[in-house]
């Protein structure tokens, strides 16, 4: 297992549009296991594959309180979206940044499992904003696009700031 690097927005590598994963084979398992040290360890609760510059449609997250509930989601898709909710988010790739995005209060998602295998998953609260925050990072949008744009520019020169500090 081994921590990955998570890219720091303004990254343009964060802006680019994830591939569909072709086979569920060792080498996507050994990222799914990375994925999942590199995520508890930050802490977070969800990470993009398009976050640690993997451009393939692989999520993983853990939303459980006693973080011991890993959920993989391989080529996901919302299929059905109703009603809204808002709610304060971060984002591993905007560290120190917390802001309110609206989205969807409940969402139905099919993906494949770590085995490849289909599932359709039903969400809400919480996981739902998750799943619907990564699934925005793999078609290469970060949550800071859903705020005006005097509120983005701020937060672009804080963090091009911060990231020239490390
Ligand atoms: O994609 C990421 O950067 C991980 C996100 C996942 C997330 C974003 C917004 C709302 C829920 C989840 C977070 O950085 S994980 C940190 C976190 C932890 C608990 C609640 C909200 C955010
Ligand atoms: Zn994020």
Redesign the pocket.
Known sequence: MATLTILNYPDPRLHTVAKPVQEVNDEIHQLVNDMAETMYA???????AT?VNRHIQLIVIDSSKEQNDLLVLINPKIVVKSGTQD?E?????VPGVYEMVTRAEKITVEALDKQGKKFKLNAEG?LA??IQ??ID?LLGKV?VEYLSPLKRNRIKTKMIKQNRQK
Not at 42 to 48: D, T
Not at 89 to 93: I, R
């Open positions: 930050a802490p977070g609760i969800g990470l993009a976050q709610y988010e971060g984002c591993l790739s919480l904003v998750c925050h990564e990072h949550f």
